[in-house]
């Protein structure tokens, strides 16, 4: 008789991570599958092989594998459809429940594969055919989007590079730092009742211009970024993709390989980038070196969805460090990376360089008291905006996150200004304001705050004629070119464009922020 081919175990196994990059293929990039796929499969097969070593049979210790991985990766998709109708209060219940509902399902199944005598065969063919069609669907779905994708053609529409040559005499070195949702000093006043005039302060007595009214051109941090360092709007890229779409590759591409480190890099500049931890800015095509990119082949993203659907979520329950304390100490550690290394570039290189950080802070997650101490608050890779936390609660984690954040800032701004071998080129901007989620607030509010930003600017020459309070970050590296490297670029006209996390190519201009005076 034909023997059976049993591969289902593995099938199995990988259709959760497919899955989980199927409904956020917008958000992550394939490279980031490698890392959970290569543990997933590794450990089903480990699993395998030691049941098929006690059991000595093939089939059954396949069919035993598969139940094993489909309770594992089923679990927090059942306890989600739950929660959803339930207070958080009976959430131990639930959990305690339902793993003796598991327990029950996993010994029973187990017990009977092993003491049957009946042939598995049918079984076994149903079972193979059933993860089949699993994968189909979602390398269907995976595929579609893909080909769907393929078609999107942008414009590249490079300005004249600039070439210095090799002198590098009087080039400052130009460091762009980006603070992920950090609030402008009105929206810190009105909304948080916080005071961050000290820091202000602090800019403008080392001679920093920092506006009092500027806003950012886009809602969404992967617009707004393509935008600032293309040095241009991005509207067409709604008749591209299209208005309802989730699609982020594109901008993603004009990120990695943007206008202004171009112009820079053939200007003689070296190009550094800090992996962020998000995609979009985790290792850019342009820059010669990327850094703090310890953990560039994972993708925390995938990483803590794979966990909040398996049954590795209970931990969160029943053990006192919880499994997320993983992912508050990568952040951490990341962020920590990030301030500590951008003070020492310039022990690696006699070029002038062009740095930018990005870095995934105040926003959530809530990592950092205000004195850098660890925090114990809820993780999160939610939407933007989502509140998860009571409202009090969330403007404490915020104010303390962006506090300590505006005391390590300060340290690296006193460094770079006085380890520079000249004085440097610093923008510190916000990407967005903050999405507030808070119930009260209204939507003109809410819009107020997610455009609102800080934006500060350092040149060597303190002369400051062609920025002015209401600049938008499109224009940021324009007038920086055209006022320290000769250029005539000029500026576009400064225009504000709000749009949802779950409709961003949907873009609406805002035009009247009275609501902040």
């Known amino acids: 008789m034909k023997k059976q081919i049993v591969f289902h175990p593995i099938l199995i196994a990988l259709f959760p991570v497919l899955l989980i990059y ?28 030691s049941i098929k070593f006690i059991l000595k049979n093939t089939i059954k210790s396949g069919l035993i594998s598969s139940i094993c991985i489909f309770l594992f990766f ?56 059933m993860s089949i069609a699993l994968m189909v669907f979602v390398i269907y779905n995976i595929g579609a989007y ?31 730092i980006v603070m992920d949702e950090y609030a ?49 709007n991005v509207n067409y890229l709604s008749d591209i993709v299209g208005e309802e779409s989730l699609d982020q590759r594109i901008p993603y591409q004009m990120i990695s390989n943007n206008i202004v480190m171009k112009n820079f890099k053939h200007m003689g500049y070296e190009i ?52 997320s304390k993983i992912f508050h100490q990568e952040r951490r550690d990341r962020i920590f990376c990030q301030f500590d290394d951008i003070t020492k570039i310039k022990q690696e290189t006699e070029k002038p360089v062009f740095v930018f950080m990005h870095v995934m802070a105040p926003h959530d997650p809530y990592v950092f008291g205000p004195n850098g101490e660890e925090v114990n608050y809820k993780y999160t890779f939610g939407p933007t905006g989502t509140a998860y936390l009571d409202p009090s609660e969330e403007k404490i984690a915020y104010l303390n996150q962006l506090t300590y954040l505006t005391k390590i800032l300060e340290e690296t701004i006193e460094n770079l200004l006085e380890n520079s071998d000249g004085p440097p080129i610093i923008i510190i901007q916000s990407d967005t304001g903050p999405d507030i989620g808070f119930s009260d607030a209204t939507n003109e509010l809410r819009q107020a705050s997610r455009m609102s930003i800080f934006n500060a600017y350092y040149f060597p020459n303190e002369k400051y004629d062609l920025l002015y309070d209401d600049i938008t970050p499109v224009n940021s590296f324009r007038i920086i070119f055209d006022s320290h490297f000769q250029t005539n670029l000029g500026i576009v006209e400064d225009k504000v464009f709000f749009s949802t996390y779950e409709k961003p190519y949907t873009l609406i201009e805002i035009t009247d922020f009275g609501i902040l005076d």
């Open 74 to 129: 089923s679990y927090g998709h059942i306890f989600k459809i739950i929660e959803s109708n339930l207070t958080q209060e009976s959430f131990v219940s639930i959990h305690i429940i339902l793993l003796i509902l598991y327990t029950v399902i996993a010994v029973l199944s187990i017990y009977y594969l092993v003491k049957t005598n009946r042939r598995l065969n049918n079984f076994t063919t149903i079972t193979n055919t």
């Open 22 to 49: 199927s409904q956020n293929i917008h958000l992550i990039l394939l490279q980031g599958l490698i890392f959970p796929i290569l543990i997933i499969v590794a450990v089903t097969i480990a699993l395998w092989i």
């Open 146 to 176: 893909n080909f769907q994708s393929s078609s999107f053609e942008v414009q590249d529409d490079s300005f004249n590079s600039i070439i210095l040559g090799n002198d590098f005499k009087n080039t400052s070195d130009i460091y762009y």
């Open 272 to 323: 550094y980038n800090f992996d962020s931890g998000w995609w979009g800015t985790r290792n850019l095509q342009i820059a010669d070196v990327n850094l703090c990119s310890k953990n560039q082949s994972m993708d925390f993203h995938t990483l803590y969805k794979l966990k909040q659907t398996s049954i590795l979520r209970i931990f969160d329950v029943f053990i006192k460090d919880p499994t």
């Open 184 to 232: 402008s000093l009105r929206i810190l006043d009105k909304i948080y009742d916080y005071d961050n005039s000290n820091f202000v302060e602090f800019l403008e007595d080392r001679g920093f211009y920092v506006t009092k009214n500027s806003h950012s051109n886009y809602a969404q941090t992967f617009l707004a970024t393509s935008s600032t360092l293309n040095m241009k």
